[in-house]
């Protein structure tokens, strides 16, 4: 059963996002006071006197440009408020209540919604306390709460507001665990398109604007039984500093993301190719032990594909990335929606490896096997490593131990993770290999 939708709606910079952060406990909606920063819905649970609901942040609903990006961004409010269980009504106490605020709340009320106002940016104990800031919001009975986003203030009390509308929970059968896949990539790229093709619904504005998508957004979803978080990120224009403050916190909400993820896909568009950008994401991801998928979106940009073109075409992207040639690659269209529910597919397959446990006796029967290519150099008899045994999963990780005295050069630690690859795929997937000298004199 879905939980009930609690929607945050009011103008732009009344803090919709920073009481978003507040109420979720997190940094997924960037808080910036330049115009119509929130562009997309973001999605968070909250648990709160024993009630789940999901909290929804959104876009200013007071955007008058006519262009195709404010318009798309104004359809994703409306469709929200549609939909949603409740309405909480953030306005700014220093503004009082406008006349488009006036407006909306009548026809929430009309259409009988159940609704909170949120009186936001009374930042002292004395402001809410007063009854001032919230006097000239009190309309037909709905509930008024003084709150600061800033520093926290009556958010519990906005929390106990809301839990008192909500239903009364069901019990819910074990959700077992899940999968966090992760869209990362550089700007236009179509991750947000990606998006809306596997949730069937358009949650993601999609523009050809450079940096429409500003937030680090997670849905849910169940894929043929699997229930998947999947998040889509701000596009990478660069791996390093900005100048730009708000690109600089979308940098950060993207490496969040990423430090958290299961399954990365990677995507970038074939018509551009594999840039600087690709290749140090793609060697970050590795280190992190996360999960990858290479994902070459835009498929249908390509003139005058042939049958064999995307075999020819994996050959050559994989040139440029030889050090993940352990991750599967798709190649997708999301605008003809062509192969994009074929990164659900890899993401589950690529999880079931990542917790892959292999049997000690099988671990020891490999390296005896293999032992004559562990020798420390043509020529010698002398095997080097005594013990194989894997320590962890989620990624694979291996400890060779051996008592031998001088360090062993990294090469073997590679050598045994070639060894593991071969015999038991572990594809999409980094193998970690750790290598244990306690004798050593010198490592």
């Known amino acids: 059963m879905a939980l009930p939708a609690v929607l945050l709606l009011g103008r732009t910079n009344v803090g919709k996002s920073s009481l978003f952060n507040r109420l979720t406990d997190g940094r997924l909606a960037i808080a910036d006071p330049t115009p119509h920063t929130t562009r997309d819905l973001q999605r968070q649970t909250v648990t709160w006197a024993g009630r789940e609901f999901t909290l929804v942040d959104s876009g200013g609903f007071d955007i008058e440009k006519p262009d195709e990006l404010h318009a798309a961004v104004l359809r994703q409010v409306q469709t929200a408020m549609k939909t949603a269980f409740m309405i909480v009504l953030v306005t700014e106490a220093s503004a ?3 006349q488009e605020e006036r407006r909306l709340l009548h026809q929430l009320l009309k259409d009988k919604k159940h609704v909170v106002v949120a009186v936001n940016k009374t930042d002292t104990p004395s402001d809410r306390r007063s009854g001032s800031a919230t006097t000239p919001f009190q309309r037909g009975g709905v509930d008024v709460v003084a709150v600061s986003a800033k520093n926290g203030g009556g958010t519990g009390d906005l929390l106990d507001a809301i839990a008192k509308q909500l239903p009364q929970p069901v019990l819910q059968k074990n959700r077992g665990r899940g999968i966090k896949v992760v869209l990362i990539g550089r700007t236009n790229v179509g991750k947000s398109a990606i ?3 596997l949730l069937h619904d358009e949650v993601r504005v999609v523009s050809s604007q450079p940096h429409t998508t500003r937030d680090a957004a997670a849905f849910d979803l169940v894929y043929k039984g699997t229930a998947i978080t999947l998040v889509d ?12 403050r708000i690109e600089a916190m979308s940098l ?11 399954v990365a896909a990677l995507v970038w568009s074939m018509p551009d190719g594999i840039g600087l950008v690709e290749k140090t994401l793609a060697g970050d991801i590795g280190e992190r032990g996360t999960g990858m998928i ?3 979106n835009q498929w249908d940009r390509i003139p005058d594909k042939v049958p064999t073109s995307p075999l020819r075409a994996e050959k050559y992207i994989r040139r440029s990335l030889p050090y993940v040639a352990w991750a599967p690659m798709v190649f997708t269209s999301a605008t003809e929606k062509h192969n994009v529910r074929r990164i659900l597919d890899l993401a589950v397959a690529i999880d079931r490896e990542r917790r892959r446990t292999i049997p000690q006796a099988e671990l020891t029967a490999l390296l005896r096997n293999a032992a004559i290519r562990l020798r420390p150099a043509a020529g010698k008899k002398q095997v080097i490593a005594t013990e194989l045994r894997q320590i962890k999963t989620s990624p694979p990780t291996f400890e060779l131990a051996t008592s031998k005295r001088e360090a062993l050069p990294k090469a073997y630690g590679l050598a045994v993770a070639k060894l593991l690859r071969t015999a038991y795929d572990f594809g999409g997937t980094p193998i970690i290999v750790r290598v244990s000298q306690p004798f050593a004199k010198s490592i």
Do not use: F, I, K, M
Not at 236 to 241: C, K, S, Y
């Open 96 to 98: 009082g209540l406008r």
């Open 195 to 197: 998006t809306n093709t």
């Open 233 to 244: 990120t701000a596009g990478v224009r660069t791996h390093g500093r900005t100048n730009n």
């Open 252 to 262: 950060y909400a993207t490496r969040s993301a990423l430090e958290h993820a299961d």
């Open 294 to 296: 290479l994902v070459a």
